[in-house]
């Protein structure tokens, strides 16, 4: 007799329930839907209490649609920076979230980037499935749900991940098909970076940083931006039969410390503002911007990361692209100590991006666990 019976706890049941279609979910939701599914499978399926639209009041669609504010990049590099510096302040205190338009990324380029990962998607499952690896630091990752290793129920999204940095070693493990994926790929990586470390000097100097150099030991910021980390996350969530029982993404804040999304102009994000989920509406060739936890800790909780998910629906399929922008992989990310004062103590402890990785290899994801985990007190 196991030592713990006779105490009355419960044996660890030696049955395995394991759904038999558990191999079949972990190749994806493209997979499972070229099979011909009618129905959302139960791996799928929510607790009553997450489900998106839950209540009928939240499908008015005036009262959820918002738009988010607006900053003119082209105004930001002309003689009105400073009111586009006042409004990205307000901006990413009152929503953690700002649409960018006038920005200078040609049109085709977000046009070929949104075809060529299409394309990827489109590919035979065998090639896709190439680069399904299970270890989360590598250069390239096919995979489905949000962390398919962890996560009970699944999500309704499959992803390609690539890690942009240092490109000359990351580039030949990133996907040879379609053939024209590494290029379109590397071109906006490059441009986005661009933008990033444009919109990383303004959102400084909206926090009063303006000298750059303002980490603890005097380093520069901004040139540990410039050399750190980037990792583009291109987003399937195939039309879904019922979209109303699962989600495309969970409620998550983005680890980073800007992520710039692409999205097509299919509906699905949501952010959290003011205790209600509303929904982004698309501005074509326009940039969806978002603070991630490592500018919330950078800022000593001023800017503060926000929850946002996605939801799919059941006419089309919806493809994004994420660009998320932090420090390199051991470069630690602590609060500014000219942000810290009397009346703001320090918040945080110091974290970087290997201890996010290592902290979502051994526990599920959700909403702003790892950053809670962070916190100081
Ligand atoms: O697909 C979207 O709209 C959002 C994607 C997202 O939140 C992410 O990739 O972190
Ligand atoms: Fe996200």
């Given at each position: 007799m196991s030592p713990t019976?006779?105490?009355?706890?419960k044996a660890k049941s030696t049955k395995t329930d394991a759904d038999p279609l558990e191999n079949q979910y972990q190749k994806g939701v493209i997979h499972l839907c070229d099979s011909g599914i009618k129905k959302v499978p139960n791996k799928y399926i929510l607790p009553v209490i997450e489900r998106p639209n839950r209540n009928g009041e939240e499908k008015k669609v005036e009262n959820v649609n918002i738009k988010l504010p607006i900053i003119d990049f082209a105004a930001l590099?002309?003689?009105n920076r400073s009111q586009v510096i006042k409004a990205l302040g307000t901006a990413c205190e009152?929503?953690?979230?700002?649409?960018?338009?006038?920005?200078?990324?040609?049109?085709?380029?977000?046009?070929?980037?949104?075809?060529?990962?299409?394309?990827?998607?489109?590919?035979?499952?065998?090639?896709?499935?190439?680069?399904?690896?299970p270890d989360l630091r590598a250069p390239v990752r096919y995979g489905t749900s949000f962390n398919q290793n962890k996560d009970g129920v699944f999500c309704w999204r499959d992803f390609l991940k690539l890690m942009c940095h240092p490109l000359s070693d990351v580039l030949p493990s990133w996907p040879s098909s379609p053939v024209d994926l590494?290029?379109?790929?590397?071109?906006?990586?490059?441009?986005?970076?661009?933008?990033?470390?444009?919109?990383m000097d303004a959102v400084l100097e909206s926090l009063g940083l303006a000298s750059a150099t303002v980490s603890d030991d005097e380093v520069d910021i901004l040139k540990q931006c410039e050399e750190g980390s980037q990792l583009m996350v291109a987003n399937c969530y195939p039309s879904c039969p019922e979209p109303d029982l699962t989600l495309g993404m969970p409620p998550h804040s983005d680890y980073?410390?800007?992520?710039?999304?692409?999205?097509?102009?299919?509906?699905?994000?949501?952010?959290q503002h003011k205790g209600k989920w509303l929904t982004v509406k698309p501005l074509q060739n326009s940039f969806v911007v978002n603070i991630g936890d490592h500018l919330e800790i950078f800022s000593n909780g001023r800017y503060k990361s926000v929850l946002h998910r996605v939801l799919v629906n059941s006419s089309k399929t919806r493809i994004s692209v994420a660009s998320l922008h932090s420090l390199s992989y051991n470069t630690t990310v602590r609060p500014c100590s000219k942000l810290i004062n009397e009346a703001n103590p320090r918040l945080y402890k110091d974290t970087d991006f290997a201890s996010f990785i290592e902290y979502i290899t051994t526990c599920e994801p959700k909403k702003k666990n790892f950053l809670e985990s962070r916190k100081l007190n």
């Amino acid at each position: 007799m196991s030592p713990t019976m006779g105490l009355g706890l419960k044996a660890k049941s030696t049955k395995t329930d394991a759904d038999p279609l558990e191999n079949q979910y972990q190749k994806g939701v493209i997979h499972l839907c070229d099979s011909g599914i009618k129905k959302v499978p139960n791996k799928y399926i929510l607790p009553v209490i997450e489900r998106p639209n839950r209540n009928g009041e939240e499908k008015k669609v005036e009262n959820v649609n918002i738009k988010l504010p607006i900053i003119d990049f082209a105004a930001l590099q002309g003689p009105n920076r400073s009111q586009v510096i006042k409004a990205l302040g307000t901006a990413c205190e009152e929503y953690g979230f700002f649409q960018v338009i006038n920005h200078d990324i040609p049109h085709d380029m977000l046009h070929d980037l949104v075809d060529v990962v299409q394309r990827f998607f489109e590919l035979p499952f065998e090639e896709r499935a190439k680069y399904m690896l299970p270890d989360l630091r590598a250069p390239v990752r096919y995979g489905t749900s949000f962390n398919q290793n962890k996560d009970g129920v699944f999500c309704w999204r499959d992803f390609l991940k690539l890690m942009c940095h240092p490109l000359s070693d990351v580039l030949p493990s990133w996907p040879s098909s379609p053939v024209d994926l590494r290029e379109t790929m590397v071109l906006y990586s490059k441009q986005t970076k661009i933008m990033f470390e444009i919109l990383m000097d303004a959102v400084l100097e909206s926090l009063g940083l303006a000298s750059a150099t303002v980490s603890d030991d005097e380093v520069d910021i901004l040139k540990q931006c410039e050399e750190g980390s980037q990792l583009m996350v291109a987003n399937c969530y195939p039309s879904c039969p019922e979209p109303d029982l699962t989600l495309g993404m969970p409620p998550h804040s983005d680890y980073g410390f800007l992520t710039l999304l692409l999205q097509g102009e299919a509906e699905g994000l949501q952010i959290q503002h003011k205790g209600k989920w509303l929904t982004v509406k698309p501005l074509q060739n326009s940039f969806v911007v978002n603070i991630g936890d490592h500018l919330e800790i950078f800022s000593n909780g001023r800017y503060k990361s926000v929850l946002h998910r996605v939801l799919v629906n059941s006419s089309k399929t919806r493809i994004s692209v994420a660009s998320l922008h932090s420090l390199s992989y051991n470069t630690t990310v602590r609060p500014c100590s000219k942000l810290i004062n009397e009346a703001n103590p320090r918040l945080y402890k110091d974290t970087d991006f290997a201890s996010f990785i290592e902290y979502i290899t051994t526990c599920e994801p959700k909403k702003k666990n790892f950053l809670e985990s962070r916190k100081l007190n």
